[in-house]
């Protein structure tokens, strides 16, 4: 019978004891007993405690193996040397979430079959995009994404849309073939994402470009452990580690978000 308890062993100790007071000869198999439950207890204790360390080294090295594997297939571990806190939840990923939702909902009508006049125009070129792009290498791929979307022409939302700030669908951006800034960094982001790149190597950047003098989005890729900015206004995709002019605030993809500071 395993023994998990040290008082579980002073009680069948004790009990054999009173057991066999009244037969001399019984003292030393009471001993025995209580002595035989120690070393039991022992036992299992050294071997519970063994298991627990194995299950402690086999996590670890699982942990470490999984940062490995996330590192080789691209994850941003850092965005423009800032520190970043990954949270569930935040007031900032507001604009975004809604984008998410809308998105959606077009690609849903479009699918049926009723799609409004702006989202078949804008797919229609959208599907035209992605299908030229199909089949390339990945650097190309975002070299080619960067130029086709900054070709297009910005326009500031009040303007576009009559509004302080809305974030278009991609369809509803070709559709107008202009746009601001979120708008070109999104549309980045889900044609990278349509053409096979996973969220790991993506991120859409919300910041403020000092170069610029205000608020500014783009978008961030990884290929082989090399981070890139795509940003309107350059065809040429920039290392995020020669850019030293745009501060994070925070970043997204469809599922997590993060809120930057700048490294102390």
Same mark, same amino acid.
């Given at each position: 019978?395993?023994?998990?308890?040290?008082?579980?062993?002073?009680?069948?100790?004790?009990?054999?004891?009173?057991?066999?007071?009244e037969?001399?000869?019984?003292?030393?198999?009471?001993?025995?007993?209580?002595?035989?439950?120690?070393?039991?207890?022992?036992?299992?204790?050294?071997?519970?405690?063994?298991?627990?360390?194995?299950?402690?080294?086999?996590?670890?090295?699982?942990a470490?193996?999984?940062?490995?594997?996330?590192?080789?297939?691209?994850d941003?571990?850092?965005?423009?040397?800032?520190?970043?806190?990954?949270?569930?939840k935040?007031? %900032?990923?507001?604009?975004w =979430?809604?984008?998410?939702?809308?998105? *959606? #909902?077009?690609? $849903?009508?479009? +699918?049926? @079959?009723?799609?409004?006049?702006?989202?078949?125009?804008?797919?229609?070129?959208?599907?035209?995009?992605?299908?030229?792009?199909?089949?390339?290498d990945?650097?190309t791929?975002?070299?080619?994404?960067?130029?086709?979307?900054?070709?297009?022409?910005?326009?500031s939302?009040?303007?576009?849309?009559?509004t302080?700030?809305?974030?278009a669908?991609?369809?509803?951006f070709? %559709?107008?073939?202009?746009g =601001?800034?979120?708008?070109?960094?999104? *549309? #980045?982001?889900? $044609?990278l994402? +349509?053409? @096979?790149f996973?969220?790991?190597?993506?991120?859409?950047?919300?910041?403020?470009?000092r170069?610029?003098?205000?608020?500014?989005?783009v978008?961030?890729?990884v290929?082989?452990?090399?981070?890139?900015m795509?940003?309107?206004?350059?065809?040429a995709?920039?290392?995020v580690?020669?850019?030293?002019?745009?501060?994070?605030?925070?970043?997204?993809?469809?599922s997590?978000?993060?809120?930057?500071?700048?490294?102390a």
């Amino acid at each position: 019978m395993p023994i998990f308890h040290c008082g579980v062993v002073r009680l069948l100790a004790s009990v054999g004891v009173r057991h066999c007071n009244e037969t001399n000869s019984c003292e030393r198999t009471s001993y025995i007993s209580g002595q035989r439950a120690l070393s039991l207890f022992r036992a299992v204790f050294l071997t519970l405690a063994l298991a627990l360390a194995f299950c402690f080294v086999a996590d670890f090295s699982d942990a470490a193996a999984g940062e490995r594997a996330s590192a080789a297939k691209g994850d941003v571990v850092s965005v423009f040397g800032a520190k970043q806190t990954k949270v569930k939840k935040s007031k %900032s990923f507001t604009r975004w =979430d809604t984008l998410l939702k809308r998105y *959606a #909902k077009q690609e $849903a009508r479009l +699918e049926k @079959g009723r799609g409004r006049i702006n989202e078949k125009a804008g797919s229609k070129l959208w599907l035209e995009l992605i299908d030229s792009l199909q089949g390339l290498d990945q650097v190309t791929q975002i070299q080619k994404v960067n130029s086709y979307f900054n070709a297009l022409t910005y326009q500031s939302d009040a303007k576009n849309y009559d509004t302080e700030d809305y974030w278009a669908t991609p369809y509803q951006f070709l %559709s107008r073939a202009k746009g =601001d800034c979120e708008d070109f960094a999104a *549309a #980045k982001y889900f $044609a990278l994402r +349509e053409l @096979g790149f996973d969220a790991s190597q993506l991120r859409l950047v919300v910041g403020f470009d000092r170069a610029r003098g205000g608020a500014h989005t783009v978008t961030l890729a990884v290929v082989d452990g090399q981070a890139v900015m795509l940003d309107i206004g350059d065809d040429a995709v920039v290392e995020v580690a020669n850019v030293t002019e745009f501060d994070p605030l925070y970043s997204v993809t469809e599922s997590a978000g993060w809120l930057h500071r700048k490294a102390a």
